[in-house]
């Protein structure tokens, strides 16, 4: 347990509050820093006013990185590598794309570039995310097996 | 237009593809990645993004395709694709169900639109237009 001062008051916290308060919420789009959360990823200040019910501007997001970071969250800034996912060197990114989608086997994802904005099990929920966000992506079940990643061939 | 392949986690079969990814029918938000598949007839897509895409299937040609060695029913339409900063109309087969993770872009509504160069030892494609 962490007790976390934040604008003021004092908050007992713990990793399981923390992943029960943002269990059936939507990450809102990420701008530099995020936090994984499950294997989702949220802005910092979202998941702490979350837990808090504080207001996002009670706090800074440096200040909600920290709390996190306290939890033992991993906590990162978007286009740097996550730990703990091998790089293979084969790709035009190095590994980076791969290592990148790796979590997100079997889902259906929002992707930008090396960003995943989004993640979801079904693909009406990602299109809903984006527009809600006005945002626009890749949108693609990243395959978790050779058979979705099969190279089909079609005949009439 | 020249486009990365696309890399896959490992246990998909990890060797990266030539995805190209696609808006259908004006729908500006989703791109919905493809692979460049000289050996598919048609182009193929999942069902799912006929209905965000608005494109109805109503009075749409069903037919019964082979796809690997899975049997698929699809529904061919018309409507208007955008890669590589080109739009064309195209005759799409929409899928239910489709397992695969991207749709198929093939012989009869792509690569005669298209000039297609894959450079694989370096993970690159190029797509361009065919002047009509």
Same mark, same amino acid.
């Given at each position: 347990?962490?007790?976390?001062?934040?604008?003021?008051?004092?908050?007992?916290?713990?990793?399981?509050?923390?992943?029960?308060?943002?269990?059936?919420?939507?990450?809102?789009?990420?701008?530099?820093?995020?936090?994984?959360?499950?294997?989702?990823?949220?802005?910092?200040?979202?998941?702490?006013?979350?837990?808090?019910?504080?207001?996002?501007?009670?706090?800074?997001?440096?200040?909600?990185?920290?709390?996190?970071?306290?939890?033992?969250?991993?906590?990162?800034?978007?286009?740097?590598?996550?730990?703990?996912?091998?790089?293979?060197?084969?790709?035009?990114?190095?590994?980076?794309?791969?290592?990148?989608?790796?979590?997100?086997?079997?889902?259906?994802?929002?992707?930008?570039?090396?960003?995943?904005?989004?993640?979801?099990?079904?693909?009406?929920?990602?299109?809903?995310?984006?527009?809600?966000?006005?945002?626009?992506?890749?949108?693609?079940?990243?395959?978790?097996?050779?058979?979705?990643?099969?190279?089909?061939?079609?005949?009439? | 237009?020249?486009?990365?392949?696309?890399?896959?986690?490992?246990?998909?079969?990890?060797? %990266? $593809?030539? /995805?190209? +990814?696609?808006?259908?029918? @004006?729908? #500006?938000?989703?791109?919905?990645?493809? !692979?460049?598949?000289?050996?598919?007839?048609?182009?193929?897509? %999942? $069902?799912? /993004?006929? +209905?965000?895409?608005?494109? @109805?299937? #109503?009075?749409?040609?069903?037919?019964? !395709?082979?796809?690997?060695?899975?049997?698929?029913?699809?529904?061919?339409?018309?409507?208007?694709?955008?890669?590589?900063?080109?739009?064309?109309?195209?005759?799409?087969?929409?899928?239910?169900?489709?397992?695969?993770?991207?749709?198929?872009?093939?012989?009869?509504?792509?690569?005669?639109?298209?000039?297609?160069?894959?450079?694989?030892?370096?993970?690159?494609?190029?797509?361009?237009?065919?002047?009509?």
């Amino acid at each position: 347990m962490v007790i976390a001062r934040v604008a003021g008051a004092d908050f007992e916290l713990t990793r399981a509050t923390v992943e029960r308060s943002v269990e059936n919420v939507d990450p809102e789009p990420i701008r530099e820093h995020y936090v994984v959360v499950g294997r989702r990823r949220y802005p910092p200040k979202q998941v702490l006013a979350n837990v808090t019910g504080l207001d996002r501007a009670d706090f800074t997001t440096h200040q909600a990185r920290a709390v996190l970071r306290r939890l033992g969250f991993g906590v990162y800034r978007l286009g740097a590598a996550e730990p703990g996912v091998e790089r293979s060197a084969a790709g035009p990114q190095g590994g980076a794309e791969a290592a990148l989608l790796t979590p997100f086997r079997g889902r259906w994802v929002a992707q930008d570039g090396l960003d995943v904005l989004f993640d979801a099990d079904r693909p009406e929920a990602v299109l809903q995310w984006l527009r809600r966000h006005r945002r626009s992506a890749r949108v693609w079940l990243v395959p978790s097996s050779p058979l979705e990643a099969g190279s089909a061939l079609s005949a009439p | 237009m020249i486009v990365a392949y696309t890399e896959l986690p490992e246990d998909a079969g990890g060797w %990266p $593809r030539p /995805l190209l +990814d696609v808006n259908v029918a @004006d729908m #500006d938000e989703v791109r919905y990645p493809c !692979l460049v598949d000289s050996g598919a007839l048609n182009t193929l897509m %999942p $069902r799912w /993004l006929a +209905d965000a895409a608005g494109v @109805d299937l #109503d009075g749409a040609e069903r037919r019964s !395709l082979a796809v690997a060695t899975t049997a698929i029913e699809a529904a061919f339409m018309t409507a208007g694709l955008t890669a590589a900063g080109h739009r064309w109309e195209a005759e799409i087969g929409f899928c239910e169900p489709w397992p695969y993770s991207w749709g198929l872009l093939g012989q009869q509504s792509f690569f005669r639109f298209h000039t297609v160069t894959f450079r694989a030892a370096d993970f690159e494609f190029e797509v361009v237009p065919v002047e009509s």
